[in-house]
């Protein structure tokens, strides 16, 4: 069973910036994917960022890019978001993600929340 840390979130104003990380436990081996999904409060989770880890290709979405960078470590082992202008609708638990292709499985940590004020 793959376990994910998240750390990095917390509170900050319009505009600042934060950075997310998060570890992937040792005993997988099979992930071709990662990247970091959020969800606020009344609305479904949603995909932000996302890092092949085959060819290192991103993805990011429309309210992420050009704010958002998604990167990882060389052991593909720890993936961070760094979140810089920072808006109010950025506002959620953000939740990192790994896919696991043998089987085709997900697996979430437990979130961390991001909380941005006006």
């Known amino acids: 069973q793959a376990r994910l840390v998240e750390s990095g979130g917390g509170s900050v104003q319009t505009g600042g910036s934060l950075t997310l990380s998060c570890a992937v436990s040792?005993?997988?081996?099979?992930?071709?994917?990662m990247g970091w999904y959020r969800q606020a409060p009344g609305k479904q989770r949603e995909l932000v960022a996302s890092?092949?880890?085959?060819?290192?290709?991103?993805h990011y979405a429309d309210s992420a890019k050009g704010r958002f960078a998604i990167s990882k470590n060389n052991t593909g082992y720890s993936v961070h978001l760094q979140m810089n202008s920072l808006r109010p609708e950025d506002t959620a638990v953000y939740y990192c993600?790994?896919?696991?292709?043998?089987?085709?499985?997900?697996?979430y940590g437990q979130g961390t929340q991001v909380t941005v004020s006006s």
């Open positions: 040792r005993n997988i081996f099979n992930f071709d994917r």
């Open positions: 890092i092949s880890l085959n060819d290192g290709s991103t």
């Open positions: 993600h790994i896919h696991v292709w043998t089987g085709d499985h997900d697996f």
